[in-house]
């Protein structure tokens, strides 16, 4: 079984910047996909970031591009989401996500893990 802790959420002011971590524990190795997606009230669960076993590959959604940056640690359990520029409409319930694949993944169904989320909220 694998466990996935999110952390480094909170209310900041638009044009603002957070880091959220997560943190994988359990049966975990190098070899899986790591992928972060959000939810806000009333919405679907949509991707926004996804990055491959080794960090060299990632993507993101058009929505994110050029504020967000996805990176793994060191230890190859941990990832990353940077996120800058915050505005308003980036409010909501981020989720961290484990796909069992070594791949990068755009899709909620190809992963197999998730965290509990962790509270953004940008005020304007």
């Known amino acids: 079984q694998i466990q996935l802790v999110e952390s480094g959420g909170g209310l900041v002011q638009a044009g603002s910047s957070l880091r959220l971590s997560c943190a994988a524990s359990?049966?975990?190795?190098?070899?899986?996909?790591m992928g972060w997606f959000r939810q806000a009230p009333g919405k679907e669960r949509d991707f926004v970031a996804a990055v491959n076993y080794d960090g060299r590959y990632t993507d993101y959604a058009d929505s994110v591009k050029g504020r967000f940056t996805i990176s793994r640690g060191n230890a190859m359990n941990t990832v990353y989401l940077q996120m800058n520029t915050l505005r308003s409409e980036d409010t909501a319930v981020y989720y961290c996500?484990?796909?069992?694949?070594?791949?990068?993944?755009?899709?909620?169904?190809?992963?197999?893990?998730w965290g509990q989320g962790t509270q953004v909220t940008v005020s304007s």
């Open positions: 359990g049966r975990t190795s190098r070899d899986y996909g």
């Open positions: 996500a484990l796909a069992l694949g070594s791949s990068w993944y755009t899709s909620s169904r190809s992963y197999e893990y």
